[in-house]
């Protein structure tokens, strides 16, 4: 019984599930940049460098064969270069996001660390500040 009291209070704590709404959250923004580059990016620099579809991009390494005779067909092998450019610049994308949320909440970290304290009151405040307190216990 104790395994699972520990457990739950480890799956409990706050960073742990900051860390977990993180993972969603980052899986689910994940989906949106890789959108924008294979469906919004990517097709207007393919039409620049003369109408090339970037996912299509291949190297044939070996041709297919056909199917002959109840023998089943053999796909081609190639490698993918366009589909690793558009994971690339997907990763690029996600990366600078980071790099710039990061940035704006240091900023933020150091703007607050930089407020100064309200000044502690003066000899004169403590005194009068006593003396009230007196006058107001008689």
């Known amino acids: 019984m104790g395994m699972i009291k520990e457990f739950k209070e480890f799956a409990m704590r706050g960073n742990v599930m900051d860390m977990a709404i993180g993972i969603i959250l980052g899986g689910a923004f994940g989906k ?7 469906d919004i990016i990517m097709p207007p620099i393919g039409i620049l460098l003369g109408g090339v579809n970037f996912s299509s991009l291949s190297v044939t390494l070996k041709d297919a064969k056909p199917a002959a005779d109840g023998v089943e067909a053999i796909e081609a092998v190639t490698l993918n270069y366009g589909v690793f450019i558009n994971t690339v610049i997907d990763f690029l994308i996600v990366a600078f996001s980071i790099f ?22 003066s000899k004169e405040q403590v005194l009068l500040t006593e ?5 107001k216990a008689k």
């Open 100 to 121: 710039m949320a990061i940035k704006i909440m240091n900023a933020a970290m150091r703007k607050r660390e930089e407020e100064p304290a309200p000044p502690a009151p």
């Open 131 to 135: 003396i009230r307190d007196l006058l």
């Open 32 to 38: 949106i940049v890789s959108s924008l580059v294979k």
